[in-house]
């Protein structure tokens, strides 16, 4: 029926009136009273692998939350549905991993102090925090450019054993094969040397003691000095002649490019080396050798153990990857990380410098890869910035999501690797999660088109403005892929390399590759693309989508080869996609295998746990990267108070350590479930190394990528002890007890190793890292701990660290009783374990009750 004049007058008082209110109301409402609970009712909803959890949402301040006019913005990695069809909210998805929720006309007026309950199904089983809602902010509708923090969400911990979460009795049956060797008895260097032998002869250092350097190694006498004066508040003298006693670092031929000897007596230390690598290593060996306990105050004089040592690494390639595209770190953390590396003579930071969340370095003539990609917080429509990720809040600059390196900040930090011997291998992610340069080159089209300058504006455009492909990546983006076939795309890389290689040369550092990405582009991309589709027609040895990737790197390739630059990247960029028994699967692409290609190999699992060392059998250079093992980002423990993801499983300190890099296979111990495996089953009918393979393989890499890292003391958290794992197995020689062909003499062999092993982090290496470069927060593990004959016994991972405990509810401190025997006191016994400096870990609780 017709509406009369009236009716419609009376409808538009009706809206005004509600806008009017909403907007009143928003005045005066304070999101962050807006309190947030989340809690776990069934972790396996429906018998299924999902999960039922209920958000509350409580007013905690004045006035009422309206039953409309707002929408809460949150981030997730699995989709949140409600559980009823005519539930009081809508949950949609925005994209990556930002979703909201809005009320429906079933959401009632929320009032002052009320509080409601809403139900949401999700898929997968909730291990920890990692896969629960976080990051909420709300935006109003009659202002929908700002976004307002409300309270920060209270994760409950859930009770119900819907996971087969470690127990402190699993902890305990793990440590049971550690024993504890008198720290005189330990080997006093680290990462283990491939020659050891203690004298018994030791040297006592004082700052008057000067250091006497060939003019070869000044600069590593230099590093040394500093740090000695550290250690005794005054640097000690340098010189090129002298006699007498001194630290001594000699220039001798015929040693390996990163080999040195090291020998400690009553009248002098001597390093030789042939390079001032080799220079180097001598020098942190000397500093590891210093007991930890000199770094806790100013010392008069240390006793230096008598040595002989004569070392050279393994691997040439020792690698951690930083990312600092998901969640930023400061130049001053990244400094901090380099002087960790070098300690323990890690020669490569792979930086990984640019994602779908940030693009973090400053490029002179794109400052919009900085202005607009390397910030994050609400937006309507991502002109100036990108939306939040990672639950990195509605307001730009303000958290770990912004931040970027300027031209000055990224030279300091190659000069400053490039003192302690690190090459820095700069990651360009292409041509997926590449979403930030591409909004960012979008940001920079529109600049130029309000400015009339079409051809300009095109220049370094990163996609087909006609492109209707649609696609959705592993990490939930629909915008994030590059166009390879725009000419544009390779103007913007060829700009962007050659002032990165600008950078390198101002800073006079080493650069021999470039990483350039290439994982996890997915399906759709592409494929309705008329410049793809153009470049296809005018190619053809093109004949479809798939060969647009040896297309691109193809080109990629020729870019860094004209610039004396070998390419680097992920396994993808050395696979294609083959038929075989009907299914379409990913092999060696033999197009590129002699093209002098470096792969970061991640994937050992689901399929594909012998592709490294096909790709090393096919020819190519494989950096082994397994997820596994040298993934840092996985959480610790499978244990719900443990940050962390745990798509592949879970890592502690011994993953690391037992990895075996040549036969990696014939090691693994569990599944991603943590559940345990038989190698034998497990892998029959993979792909072993061969004996040209092996030469293929240039070293180990471990990444630590920052969803989850937003501090730089979570960053340290999962950094460390794992990369010390890392550091021992890159550095030094093959252990006897990853030959071993009987099985139970290679498990002894692995259980004493692996003793020595955390004895020296828990005596020496731990306790000097709680003050070496200002300090790091490292983990302390959880106690081990089991009831027996009605009494708690416990131990601890990392012997010389001490477990204390208590009886009566409260929380272990320094103060409380020492454990060192079976407790049997009865109760609730609380146990911690705590470093030599005090710091400590989580709690465990032991329920002791009476008979």
Known sequence: MKKTPAAVLLALFILLYNTSYA??????????????????????????????????????????????????????????????????????????????????????????????????????????????????????????????????????????????WLQAKDVYEQNKVITDIPE?????????????????????????????????????????????????????????????????LQQKKGLGPEAYELQVSPQEVVINASTPVGAFYGTQSLKTLIPAAALTKKQ??????????????????????????????????????????????????????????????????LPELTAVGSRRGHTVDGKDHLQPSYGSGPEADKTSGSGHYTKADFIEILKYATERHIKVIPEIETPGHARAAIRSMDARYARLMEEVKPEEAKR??????????????????????????????????????????????????????????????????????????????????????????????????????????????????????????????????????????????????????????RMANAGYKVVLTNASNLYLDLTYQKAYEEPGLYW??????????????????????????????NPAVVFKGKERLTAYGRTNIVGLQAPLWSEMIKTPERLEYMLLPKLLGLAERAWAPDPAWATEPDAAKAETAYNEAWSAFVNVLGKRELPRLSHYAGGFQYRIPTPGAVLENGKVLANVQLPGFVIRYTTDGSEPT???????????????????????????GRVVTVSNKAS
């Open 814 to 840: 320094e103060k409380s009783k020492l454990y060192k025997g079976p407790v049997s006191a009865k109760g609730e016994v609380k146990l911690k374990v705590f470093s030599p400096s005090g710091q400590s």
């Open 184 to 248: 005189e008895k330990l080997t006093k260097v680290f990462p283990t040397p491939a020659v050891y032998h203690e004298t018994g002869k030791p040297f006592t250092m004082t700052a008057a003691i000067p250091i006497v350097t060939d003019a070869a190694f000044m600069r590593e006498a230099t590093m040394l000095a500093d740090h000695l004066g550290t250690v005794f508040g005054k640097k000690p003298v340098i010189s090129m002649l002298g006699t007498g006693k001194a630290i001594r």
């Open 300 to 365: 008069s004089s240390v006793s230096l153990t008598g040595v002989r040592v004569s070392d050279n690494p393994r691997f040439g390639h020792r690698a951690f990857m930083m990312d600092v595209a998901r969640n930023f770190q400061s130049k001053e953390q990244v400094l901090k990380v380099l002087d960790l590396m070098a300690l323990y003579k890690l020669n490569v930071l792979h930086f990984h410098l640019n994602d779908d969340e940030g693009w973090r370095l400053e490029i002179p003539g």
């Open 648 to 677: 592949a499983g879970y890592l502690d300190l011994d993953k690391p350590f037992y990895f075996i890099p040549f036969d990696y296979m014939k090691n693994q111990k569990v599944d991603t479930d943590n559940k345990p495996i």
């Open 23 to 164: 907007q009143e109301i928003s005045k005066n409402f304070d999101p962050k009273k807006l309190q947030l609970s989340y809690e776990i009712a069934d972790g396996k909803y429906e018998s299924k692998p999902q999960t039922l959890a209920v958000l509350t949402l409580t007013n905690a301040g004045e006035t009422p939350l309206p039953a409309s006019g707002w929408t809460l913005y949150f981030h997730s990695f699995p989709t949140l549905k409600p559980k009823a069809e005519n539930a009081p909210v809508k949950v949609e998805h925005v994209n990556g991993d930002l979703r909201y929720m809005a009320p429906t006309a079933a959401f009632k007026e929320l009032a002052p102090g009320a509080s409601v309950r809403l139900e949401f199904v999700s898929g997968g089983l909730v291990v920890n925090e990692s896969r629960t809602p976080h990051g909420f902010y709300l935006v109003w509708d009659h202002d929908k450019s700002i976004g307002h923090a409300t309270a920060q969400i209270n994760v409950k911990k859930p009770d119900q054993p819907w996971v087969d």
């Open 460 to 613: 370094y455009l990163l996609r087909d403005l006609e492109d209707k492909s649609v696609y959705r990546s592993v990490q939930n983006w629909n915008d994030n892929v590059i166009n390879v076939a725009l000419p544009s795309t390779y103007t913007f890389l060829e700009k962007v390399v050659d002032e990165i290689l600008a950078m390198y040369k101002e800073a006079g550092a080493p650069i021999q590759t470039i990483h350039m990405g290439g994982d996890e582009v997915p399906n759709g991309v592409w494929e309705k693309s008329p410049a793809v589709d153009a470049l296809i027609a005018a190619n053809p040895s093109i004949k479809g989508k798939y060969d647009l990737w040896d297309y691109f790197f193809g080109k990629l390739n020729d870019l860094l080869n004209a610039r004396n630059l070998y390419l680097s990247g992920w396994e993808e960029i050395g696979l294609t996609r083959v038929e075989q028994n009907g299914k379409k699967v990913y092999v060696p692409n033999q197009d590129f295998k002699d093209k002098n290609f470096h792969v970061d190999v991640w994937n050992n699992l689901w399929g594909a746990e012998d592709l490294a060392y």
